[in-house]
Structure formats: structure tokens, C-alpha cells
């Protein structure tokens, strides 16, 4: 089962910031979070990860809190290409073993 | 730089039929992951492979579902006798050991 919890759908308005939340109260201390976006049954997408420092890359940005427990996924300036379900998944990075487990993600609805 | 690879994209198979997936992994990539999304659903992780070995096949159903990754050519996920269930998008994905890189899928109908 997915350790994560998101929202089942959001919508932005075109042009403005979408923040995407995601809790992962039960995170170890070794398990990195990590972003992926599926745009209409294409395949996943990966976005950005992060451990304990905030991350930004060409993307997004990717927010955690001090404790870990939640995360917010920001897309700085939201475009009609950017709608899709994202998925937030926590797990353990680097060692070789990576399964991704999926869990029900959030719809994002950008409309202009 | 090609990204994975997977064909064909479209497979329309009857009812016990054999079908044949195949995924090009990235160049230097020597870890394969196969994932199904059935309709309206999430994906959900199917078999774990490195080249010539299955490391971890723990989501596969046990019966007519096989996987292989040999020395040489694309990884092939292989479904025997299929049945309407079985339609899906299967998305195969590669890896050096961090981060997984999606290939477009293959979207399979069972008639």
C-alpha cells in the first residue's frame, strides 16, 4: 500500500503557482521523497526528490517539511500542459532497489 | 539519447491468445521495472529484473505471467492464454539504480 496521502483533484488557474500537498507521516528516516506526473495515460513522468532540504529543479520546487511528515509539490507557473494526476511516493533511494509503489495521486485541472 | 523503448503500442489480442510485450531499456540502463494500470486506476508494480535475473517478482499474478531480460535485446513481459481482465496499459520503466525512467506503454485489448 501506498505510504503517502494526496488530495483526490485540484484545479490552477493558467499562469499562477500550484501547490500540491502530500502527507507521509509514517516516512523513515532513510526514505527519500519523491514526485512523478502522468499526463493522460502517457507514461509517468519523474519531477523532482528530495530528502530534508527543500529542492528546486527546472520543474518545480519541492518543499518538506521539518519533520517530514508532508510535502507540497509547487509548479511555479502553471501551464494547460501541466494537467495530469501527480503521484507523491516516498521510498528508499540509492540502493539498488527501487520499486515504485503508486498510490491514487492527485488530479491536476490547469484551465486558462 | 532514446528513452525506453516499448512496442508495440497498440496489441489487440482474443480471448487465450498469447501476447508479447517488449521494453528497450536507456542505453546503460540494466534494471528493468514492468508496471500494469488497469482502467481508471493507478499503476501497480509487476516484476523487477536485471539482466538475465528477476530480482523481484512479487506483483506478478502467478499463473500465465512471465518475464525475461536476456544478456542481449529488450526485456519481454509475456501474458499466455489471455483473458479480458488482462486489459491494460503496461508501462515498462529503467533505472541505474535512482531514479526510473518511463517508456510510452503498451496498451493491450483483450477481445
Known amino acids: 500500500d501506498a505510504k503517502t496521502t494526496q488530495p483526490p483533484s485540484m484545479d490552477c488557474a493558467e499562469g499562477r503557482a500550484a501547490n500540491l500537498p502530500c502527507n507521509h507521516s509514517?516516512?523513515?528516516?532513510?526514505?527519500?521523497v519523491y514526485w512523478y506526473r502522468q499526463i493522460h495515460s502517457q507514461g509517468p513522468q519523474y519531477i523532482i526528490h528530495?530528502?530534508?532540504n527543500n529542492e528546486t529543479n527546472e520543474m518545480a520546487s519541492l518543499i518538506i517539511t521539518e519533520d517530514r511528515k508532508s510535502s507540497t509539490l509547487i509548479l511555479p507557473h502553471a501551464t494547460l500542459r501541466d494537467t495530469a494526476v501527480y503521484y507523491c511516493?516516498?521510498?528508499?533511494?540509492?540502493?539498488?532497489?527501487?520499486?515504485?509503489?503508486f498510490g491514487a495521486g492527485t488530479r491536476l485541472a490547469v484551465h486558462p | 539519447n532514446a528513452g525506453v523503448m516499448q512496442n508495440p503500442r497498440h496489441l489487440v489480442r482474443r480471448r487465450g491468445q498469447e501476447a508479447r510485450l517488449r521494453c528497450s531499456p536507456m542505453?546503460?540502463?540494466?534494471?528493468v521495472y514492468w508496471y500494469r494500470q488497469l482502467p481508471e486506476e493507478g499503476l501497480k508494480f509487476m516484476v523487477y529484473?536485471?539482466?538475465?535475473?528477476?530480482?523481484?517478482e512479487s506483483g506478478m499474478p502467478k499463473e500465465r505471467f512471465s518475464a525475461e531480460f536476456p544478456k542481449e535485446g529488450p526485456s519481454i513481459l509475456r501474458i499466455q492464454q489471455v483473458v479480458r481482465g488482462d486489459s491494460a496499459a503496461y508501462f515498462c520503466?529503467?533505472?541505474?539504480?535512482?531514479?526510473?525512467?518511463f517508456g510510452p506503454g503498451t496498451r493491450l485489448t483483450v477481445l
Open positions: 511516493i516516498v521510498r528508499v533511494a540509492g540502493d539498488g532497489y527501487n520499486k515504485l509503489i
Open positions: 542505453k546503460g540502463h540494466s534494471h
Open positions: 520503466a529503467s533505472s541505474t539504480g535512482d531514479e526510473q525512467f
Open positions: 528530495g530528502l530534508k
Open positions: 529484473l536485471q539482466k538475465e535475473n528477476i530480482i523481484d
Open positions: 509514517t516516512i523513515s528516516g532513510n526514505e527519500y
